[in-house]
């Protein structure tokens, strides 16, 4: 056959449902009525309203974190959940915190913001994960916290990377790809950080447009997220007063009120997720030099993406293979990031604090700006020259998610027989 990127006929010539609207959202009168009911009330804000605090109390233990011991801050996305988790820290300026160079930018955007230094580990070759070892070679004095990001929807070894972390080292688990994600012992990704952080994003399982939320058993980190995501200010006191320095954070009832209802229904979303993504795994077994999630860790993923991996003998760019996918009607994308986090502009020219280069400067940290010196191999292959993401919705049909394993198939085929250079 044709490849559609050279004229032929595309496997699929209907889209897919797709998260940028309602044919990938599972959105309808649940989050209808429950918007109404907070119209109807007046109350928009959480100070005095029902639908924030209800969130959070229910929150943790829909994301399987046992609700009893932990408590859940509300905020307005991913990115500010991550900066609450920093902030609760009290980091010095030039204090380290060790991150993944393939993620969100949401990651770091919050160590910059407290005027920590996000220093990179490089990721497991095959997993794009941080792993114990990673982690240890750059451990240094000034690190104060590890930032774990369960990328794609697969759970990093949360064990094994809090036995990494040396005493006061805090570990924070960036779980907004990866709701009801397992780790390998079993445990919901959340389980071993002294925080985690989910995002509401209109891509992520559940969605309120936007919207974060940030997990904790420990009371005092609580408390200090709590002030930071409302400007320091203690209102149980009835004080106007600002204890610490804080943003306004805080999440709407609107928010929460849709949040809620698509709660009710991310358990449905992630198993529908892994049936899609079962039946495209088991579509491309056989294909020589793609590999994918293995079979036996399909119901511990969560499948925000679906990676695709390139080896030999495959030796087309994964640009080239992303655009025959696409041809073919299949959502793909190569590297899932254009360049590795310490490349982008943000980071390698750092101007957080106008020119002065602060964090990175004397007298606060002797770290060359600018991150010339990172070497992290096995991010820049991925992102370079292996990972190609497809998309995986929970609103596939069985015939959906064949197709994309035949147009991952059709193109497969070109590569091996030189038709697609
Ligand atoms: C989406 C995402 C974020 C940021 O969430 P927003 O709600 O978009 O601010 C942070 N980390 C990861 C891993 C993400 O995927």
């Given amino acids: 056959m044709t490849l559609a990127v050279h004229g032929g006929p595309p496997v699929r010539s209907s889209p897919l449902p797709s998260t940028s609207d309602r044919s990938g959202r599972r959105l309808g009168d649940e989050e209808r009525k429950a918007l109404d009911q907070v119209i109807d009330s007046g109350t928009l804000w959480r100070i005095n309203g029902s639908q924030v605090p209800a969130l959070e109390r229910e929150f943790a233990d829909y994301v399987g974190l046992s609700g009893g011991s932990c408590q859940t801050i509300a905020s307005t996305s991913g990115t500010s959940a991550v900066h609450l988790a920093v902030a609760a820290l009290r980091l010095e300026p030039g204090d380290e915190v060790i991150v993944p160079p393939i993620t969100d930018f949401g990651t770091v955007a919050g160590v910059l913001a407290a ?6 580990a490089d990721v497991e070759e095959d997993t794009g994960l941080l792993t114990a070892e990673t982690i240890g070679s750059v451990l240094t004095s000034r690190t104060r916290a590890v930032i774990v990001v369960h990328l794609f929807g697969a759970a990093a070894d949360g064990a094994a990377i809090r036995a990494a972390c040396p005493p006061g080292v805090r570990l924070i688990e960036d779980c907004a790809q990866a709701y009801l994600s397992v780790g390998p012992d079993g445990a919901p ?3 071993h950080g002294d925080i985690a952080c989910f995002s509401l994003q209109q891509s992520k399982h559940i969605t309120a447009g936007d919207g974060g939320l940030t997990v904790t058993d420990d009371s005092e980190l609580a408390s200090r997220m709590r002030l930071f995501a409302d400007k320091g200010w203690p209102r149980d006191s009835g004080e106007r007063t600002h204890l610490i320095f804080g943003l306004n954070y805080r999440m ?14 991310l358990s449905g979303v992630v198993a529908d997720r892994r049936t899609a993504a079962r039946i495209c795994i088991d579509g491309i077994a056989d294909c020589a030099g793609l590999r994918t999630v293995s079979s036996a860790d399909i119901d511990r993923h969560a499948f925000w993406l679906l990676p695709l991996l390139i080896d030999e003998p495959i030796t ?18 190569a590297g899932y990031l254009q360049q590795p986090l310490y490349s982008v502009p943000a980071l390698a020219e750092p101007s957080t604090f106008g020119t002065s280069n602060l964090p990175f400067a004397a007298p606060y940290s002797d770290r060359a700006p600018g991150y010339r010196d990172v070497r992290c191999p096995n991010t820049e292959a991925l992102v370079k020259r292996r990972l190609i993401v497809v998309q995986i919705n929970e609103n596939y049909t069985e015939q959906d998610a064949r197709d994309i394993a035949t ?12 038709t697609l250079t």
């Fill in 115 to 120: 005027g920590g230094i996000p220093v990179f």
């Fill in 189 to 191: 990704v959340g389980t």
């Fill in 252 to 265: 709407t009832e609107l928010t929460a009120a849709v949040a809620r209802a698509q709660l009710t229904k």
């Fill in 316 to 333: 087309v760019s994964i640009a080239d293979v992303a655009a025959a996918l696409v041809a073919e009607g299949v959502p793909a994308a």
């Fill in 407 to 418: 147009a991952i198939q059709k193109v497969h085929c070109a590569c091996l027989d030189g």
